[in-house]
């Protein structure tokens, strides 16, 4: 029984920013080789975003870049340069899935296309997301996720009534399509162990992330209706909401489905039954809906006296739904995060010791785990290419001295 799920997979991984690089994360937490193709001429966006250790920027100081290419190896090519394809197409052979989450058009501009790398390597998988997908009229539409949270709806519910809309936290889709990403190669690696024969997968970010406006769409098909903007409100819960508790910026998310869990919220922010919460109008689900506004605002009042876990211990003990509202510095003090040892803290050249949230699911007979700090700039290229690829000393000098390897 191999250590590892993925353990003999070997990933050559062309994928940068997001999606891609969290995609490939994940096989590399199980077993899989991966190794990342960069260029020092056009170094990775994220070895440029902050937050950096101790708040100097560094090619190699990215707390972001180093969270999400944990345990992967990484080499140099300067892709422009005319010996690299023959170079990339050695590689090539070497792997069982390429990875790619550049514009449609790139790797083929390269001559790096599917059809070039099965023409070397007929069993190799490919894997390519955009944000389109191949094809059509917009397959070459650049950007970022935030552009794509908008060409997929998501921005057009998110927001309140009398506000501009707003992005969902970050670059969201890229944090949606990666576990179908994984999914979908999986796939792709068992049909290739059953028959020998590679593919294709070409993965539209936008067709991917729709699914999660699913419930909006079917209602404007069938009930002709838009869902606007609508804050934390939900159509049927009430309240529905985050709430300030003692400290400075502290809250808590609290929910009711029902006249019961209405009637538990009361009894433990009003036991004595004699405020506003205890008003007539709040009696039922449609008086509660009828000024939420009202609402929350006397909600607030109560929850203000209250340290935020007590109070979510308090009325999680009664049956309502309640969570504490946790910060970054929260997450690494969570209990059950802890527990489950969700966070592994690599010690990186240059940054140091670091966390990277490691995978959420935990395979009993073959664990996955996170080994390796993410890789500086070009940090394997020597022993990727000539202990893994097989490069003699001679080519690999003449490649380096070619100024192949920049």
Same mark, same amino acid.
């Given at each position: 029984?191999?250590?590892?799920?993925?353990?003999? !997979?070997?990933?050559?991984?062309?994928?940068?920013?997001?999606?891609?690089?969290?995609?490939?994360?994940? !096989?590399?937490?199980?077993?899989?080789?991966?190794?990342?193709?960069?260029?020092?001429?056009? $170094?990775?966006?994220?070895?440029?975003?902050?937050?950096?250790?101790?708040?100097?920027?560094?090619?190699?100081?990215?707390?972001? /870049?180093?969270?999400?290419?944990?345990?992967?190896?990484?080499?140099?090519?300067?892709?422009?340069?005319?010996?690299?394809?023959?170079?990339?197409?050695?590689?090539?052979?070497?792997?069982?899935?390429?990875?790619?989450?550049?514009?449609?058009?790139?790797?083929?501009?390269?001559?790096?296309?599917?059809?070039?790398?099965?023409?070397?390597? =007929?069993?190799?998988?490919?894997?390519?997301?955009?944000?389109?997908? +191949?094809?059509?009229?917009?397959?070459?539409?650049?950007?970022?996720?935030?552009?794509?949270?908008?060409?997929?709806?998501?921005?057009?519910?998110?927001?309140?009534?009398?506000?501009?809309?707003?992005?969902?936290?970050?670059?969201?889709?890229?944090?949606?399509?990666?576990? /179908?990403?994984?999914?979908?190669?999986?796939?792709?690696?068992?049909? +290739?162990? +059953?028959?020998?024969?590679?593919?294709?997968?070409?993965?539209?970010?936008?067709?991917?992330?729709?699914? /999660?406006?699913? $419930?909006?769409?079917?209602?404007?098909?069938?009930?002709?209706?838009?869902?606007?903007?609508?804050?934390?409100?939900? $159509?049927?819960?009430? =309240?529905?909401?985050?709430?300030?508790?003692?400290?400075?910026? +502290?809250?808590?998310?609290?929910?009711?489905?029902?006249?019961?869990?209405?009637?538990?919220?009361?009894?433990?922010?009003?036991?004595?039954?004699?405020?506003?919460?205890?008003?007539?109008?709040?009696?039922?689900? !449609?008086?509660?809906?009828?000024?939420?506004?009202?609402?929350?605002?006397?909600?607030?009042?109560?929850?203000?006296?209250?340290?935020?876990?007590? !109070?979510?211990?308090?009325?999680?003990?009664?049956?309502?739904?309640?969570?504490?509202?946790?910060?970054?510095?929260?997450?690494?003090?969570?209990?059950?995060?802890?527990?489950?040892?969700?966070?592994?803290?690599?010690?990186?050249?240059?940054?140091?010791?670091?966390?990277?949230?490691?995978?959420?699911?935990?395979?009993?007979?073959?664990?996955?785990?996170?080994?390796? =700090?993410?890789?500086?700039?070009?940090?394997?290229?020597?022993?990727?290419?000539?202990?893994?690829?097989?490069?003699? =000393?001679?080519?690999?000098?003449?490649?380096?001295?070619?100024?192949?390897?920049?």
């Amino acid at each position: 029984m191999p250590a590892t799920a993925l353990e003999g !997979l070997k990933v050559l991984d062309f994928c940068w920013v997001a999606v891609g690089p969290m995609t490939t994360k994940y !096989l590399a937490e199980y077993g899989a080789t991966v190794v990342r193709v960069e260029s020092g001429g056009r $170094p990775e966006v994220l070895r440029r975003a902050a937050p950096y250790k101790d708040g100097v920027a560094g090619i190699n100081r990215s707390a972001y /870049f180093a969270n999400m290419n944990s345990s992967k190896y990484g080499v140099t090519i300067s892709m422009r340069h005319p010996r690299a394809r023959e170079l990339v197409l050695r590689m090539a052979r070497w792997a069982d899935v390429v990875t790619e989450n550049f514009t449609p058009g790139t790797m083929e501009g390269w001559g790096l296309g599917y059809e070039e790398l099965a023409a070397v390597n =007929p069993a190799v998988i490919m894997f390519s997301t955009s944000m389109m997908g +191949r094809g059509g009229p917009l397959d070459k539409q650049p950007g970022f996720g935030p552009v794509l949270s908008s060409l997929v709806g998501l921005t057009g519910i998110t927001g309140w009534p009398d506000r501009e809309p707003l992005n969902p936290y970050g670059a969201y889709t890229d944090f949606i399509v990666p576990r /179908f990403a994984v999914a979908s190669i999986l796939a792709a690696v068992d049909y +290739r162990r +059953r028959t020998g024969k590679g593919l294709h997968l070409d993965m539209s970010q936008l067709e991917t992330s729709i699914h /999660f406006s699913a $419930p909006f769409m079917l209602d404007r098909a069938v009930n002709g209706r838009e869902q606007g903007l609508k804050g934390n409100r939900h $159509p049927a819960m009430a =309240p529905h909401g985050a709430y300030p508790c003692l400290g400075d910026d +502290r809250w808590i998310a609290i929910a009711c489905r029902d006249d019961r869990e209405w009637g538990s919220l009361r009894s433990v922010l009003d036991p004595s039954g004699q405020g506003e919460m205890f008003d007539q109008r709040f009696t039922s689900l !449609l008086g509660r809906k009828s000024d939420e506004d009202e609402l929350d605002r006397v909600i607030g009042e109560h929850t203000r006296a209250w340290d935020r876990r007590e !109070l979510m211990e308090a009325l999680q003990g009664v049956g309502v739904p309640a969570g504490v509202v946790n910060d970054p510095r929260d997450l690494f003090e969570d209990p059950q995060l802890l527990h489950r040892e969700h966070f592994a803290y690599l010690d990186h050249p240059e940054i140091g010791p670091y966390a990277s949230d490691q995978t959420e699911a935990h395979l009993s007979r073959t664990p996955g785990g996170l080994d390796r =700090p993410s890789p500086l700039l070009g940090e394997h290229t020597e022993h990727v290419l000539t202990d893994m690829i097989g490069l003699s =000393p001679e080519e690999y000098r003449s490649l380096k001295e070619d100024g192949v390897l920049e």
